[in-house]
């Protein structure tokens, strides 16, 4: 990334022009969580972007920050529960139920008061949220009713890896053919919701390697001032920031039994995503058409176990009659939403139970 003129001025000593107008902008985050957000966010937030106040606080999960806004998360989670949506959801159909819920003026009304109060105080705003994805058509109305373009970008890690991380991070409330399902539904939409206003894809890998040449290519392709016009203190700040050793997840799919039409799906929809990440990029029209082909495919696929799985779906949940049924049941749920590092550490006794109700006493 070249450093500014008003860097090598700042160095210099050399007077600086003034009266020099910025125009406003806004990032939009989207995209899987666990694929390298919060590491793109958080280097675009020491360029200059100013995330929200206040913020959603670290944690072991993500010791370096998250670089989100906790008035957005909570925005977005009142939002999905209403429609009765999850963030990774699974299902086609959940996009119409977010939109749906979009569409209230209510919602409208406030995102808008939120984000034009956010401007008074900001001319570069950074917004970032795993949950974005479900409601970009909502942020975008609001955003160029404040007089901004939105710029979208899109963090991209293998799939294998996402899963992989989430299962660490999160627990097994949700299993891995779901959360698998749900990274695909998600990725089709995001990148169809995005096509029509300026976007750009980065993979977590090359982020990892190289981010000066990336955050670059970023700045130039959405036209951010605030990358472009970097000061040489914050780059060495991003330096610091950067570290390869965060990336643990493995990206292939040996340690997940995926069923085989969902994966060959994924693979392939990896594959045209990865092309869109590509710095010379040539015959996108092709890829979107081919991504378009794939998200039709998907939607058939899971209108296909729809149908295989009625009887379960109608049956519902089944009841457990006897005591100790419900004290495994109760420890599997327990067990299963706490994540693989700190399960390790509980009373054996604790283990064992948990592994009983999951198995239902048998021994392997």
Not at 257 to 267: N, Y
Not at 320 to 337: F, Q, V
Request: hydrophobic share 40%; aromatic share 8%; net charge neutral.
């Amino acid at each position: 990334m070249a450093i500014s003129e008003e860097t090598e001025n700042a160095t210099t000593g050399a007077e600086q022009p003034s009266g020099r107008k910025t125009e406003r902008s806004l990032v939009l985050v989207a995209g899987s969580g666990r694929s390298g957000t919060s590491l793109f966010s958080g280097i675009l937030q020491r360029l200059g972007y100013q995330v929200p106040q206040p913020e959603v606080p670290a944690d072991a999960t993500n010791p370096r920050g998250f670089a989100e806004s906790q008035w957005v998360v909570d925005f977005h989670t009142r939002l999905l529960a209403k429609a009765a949506v999850q963030v990774s959801d699974a299902r086609p159909a959940a996009w119409a139920y977010t939109a749906d819920v979009a569409l209230d003026e209510g919602a409208h009304e406030e995102l808008g008061s939120w984000l034009g109060k956010q401007f008074r105080s900001s001319e570069h705003v950074l917004v970032k949220d795993p949950r974005l994805s479900w409601f970009l058509p909502l942020w975008r109305r609001c955003a160029e009713e404040a007089g901004v373009s939105p710029r979208f970008a899109t963090v991209l890690r293998h799939p294998a890896a996402v899963i992989d991380s989430k299962q660490r991070s999160y627990g097994h409330w949700q299993g891995d053919v779901s959360r698998t399902a749900g990274w695909l539904n998600q990725t089709l939409f995001t990148e169809r919701a995005t096509r029509e206003s300026p976007r750009v894809f980065v993979r977590y890998e090359d982020l990892l390697d190289d981010w000066t040449r990336i955050v670059g290519r970023v700045g130039e392709t959405l036209d951010l001032a605030v990358v472009r016009d970097a000061p040489a203190a914050s780059i060495v700040s991003i330096h610091e920031f950067v570290d390869k050793g965060l990336s643990r997840s493995k990206a292939n799919w040996e340690d997940f039994a995926i069923p085989t039409p969902l994966r060959e799906q994924v693979d392939v929809v990896w594959d045209l995503m990865s092309q869109l990440a590509e710095e010379n990029a040539e015959d996108m029209d092709t890829v979107v058409q081919e991504l378009e082909a794939a998200r039709a495919a998907y939607v058939s696929l899971y209108e296909d176990s729809e149908a295989i799985t009625q009887s379960s779906i109608t049956a519902g949940p089944r009841k457990r009659g006897s005591s100790k049924s419900k004290t495994g049941g109760t420890l599997l749920r327990l067990a299963d939403k706490v994540p693989r590092d700190y399960r390790e550490k509980l009373p054996l006794s604790w283990r064992k139970a948990a592994y009983r109700a999951k198995h239902g006493g048998r021994k392997r």
